[in-house]
């Protein structure tokens, strides 16, 4: 999560989205004596003025309003989302990798069953059928999200420096999603990512 007052915007960071990626290379942009970004010891993107907005920055809406009501309202806010059906084979190996004594035996249909921290991210940046922020980037399309950030705000993030921070890289053993779904779990995403898929028409192929 980015809250910055020099630059009068707000990041929702959500889940198996690049966000981690996109906090490194914002970081050097950022005031250090005024903004607040909640990094990440294991990307080594060092907090800045984190204070309690969440250890791991995926921080919801709601606590980010609550805390400072006035940027919330008048501040630039945007977040990433993610085709579900990617989102949630990403989210399985990487969840065999850090939570390997809970994950690591279990197959990918079992996960999808049963897994209470699959990255369904709708309450961080809605409620109801409403986005509470002003702009959904699609992690399919992060060309159009750094174009932005670097129009609006100054940056020079270029697609080098992009290319060289892929964070987390490597833990995904499949690239092709469609090589891990069944129709059971086809069916079990389309339920749980209903918001997701009507909202960014989203599909599974």
Known sequence: ?????????????????????LEKLVHPYLNPERDI???????ETSPINAGDYGADGHT?????????????????????ERNPWDK???????????????????????????????????EMYAQHDNLLVDEVFLYEDMDKMYKTLNDRFGFNITK???????????IRKVKDYKDMHTKITINFVSKLFENEIKTFGYSYE
């Open 60 to 80: 919801k809406w709601r606590t980010i309003a609550d805390k400072d009501p006035l940027p919330w309202e008048n501040y630039y806010k945007f977040t990433i």
């Open 1 to 21: 999560m980015i809250l910055s007052h020099e630059h009068k915007f707000i990041f929702v960071k959500t889940r198996k989205t690049a966000g981690s990626s």
């Open 37 to 43: 970004c909640t990094g990440s010891a294991r990307d």
């Open 88 to 122: 949630v084979v990403s989210s399985y190996f990487w969840h065999k990798k850090i939570k390997e004594h809970q994950f690591g035996g279990l197959e990918f249909e079992e996960y999808i069953k049963t897994c209470q921290l699959l990255p369904i991210d709708w």
């Open 160 to 170: 080098e420096q992009r290319a060289n921070t892929k964070l987390k890289s490597g």
